[in-house]
């Protein structure tokens, strides 16, 4: 439906036109950029954006910071791919080559924890944080290819550790929390983005709320920010249950949305590929994730939690 070229087109244009008129540089410290809290890779493009695109816009210096795999309990390289899919979305939004070797890669220990961290070449403002959590599923009970384990669990204290999929790092809650807390006090981000920190957290077979990666990453982000008094501009966006409200995104946004989250569905062989094909899924019952079956009705809303 929409045309690659032309929104490649227009990013370029919308770039250009803010290098000419105001000779932006890059940010030179990291306090006046935004740091975004979400569950999966998907996440930030679905919830966050178009606000993720007017930081690009104007060369923020922006960090995501990842919770989980997004695996669905798929084992193999499922998980690589759909981070492969996020950092081709970034670069599509910054201008930049998509290709394997776009982003550079390296391991920093953070609390004692081994933490993958990527990097825009040429674009030294944008990078990504990969925990590499376990997917919760939806109601938070976790898959079998993982034990079970969840932020869910963690976060309610039915399990006592959660250990990331690679083996790269084990966390308690108050571990992660710490690691969390020295993020945000390193990043100094004046804007601190998070998912829905205030819808309920599901219970065993519930489906009606929010995934449980939302919910509980956001709370873990939340408590952290008013346990240590970290200052900042503090916004959370909906979830799965925006679907539910008007359409609050058109024009040009909206296709900058569309085509750069087709970029990332390319390398998720469970998103529907293009946007009439994500307007059928919405109403056919295939797949037991709002991520998964309504990312027609995300892509034309953004909605603020208060």
Known sequence: MFILSSTRAILFLLFVAVAIAGHIKKPAKSFIG????SAHPADSLLFQNPDLFHDFYVFKCITVVVFTSADRGITGNFSNSLERGLEDAYSYMAGRPMSETAWSETRVKLNGKAVLIRSLRETSNVQILYLRLPDGATDGEGYAANNKESLKKLYRKK??????????ATYTLDTLKGLIATVLKQRKARDIRVLDFKTPVPEQNEMTYDHTDHSVSARIV??????????GNLTGYAGSFMRKLDPTINGTEFTIKVDTFFQYAS?????CQDYVKCLEKSTANVFPDDDVKYVSKFLDREYYVH
């Open 267 to 271: 390398h998720d062989k469970h998103m």
């Open 159 to 168: 399990i006592r550790t959660v250990t990331a999929i690679d083996g790269s």
């Open 222 to 231: 939340v408590e952290v920010l008013k346990r240590d008094k970290i200052k």
């Open 34 to 37: 935004s740091i975004y809290f």
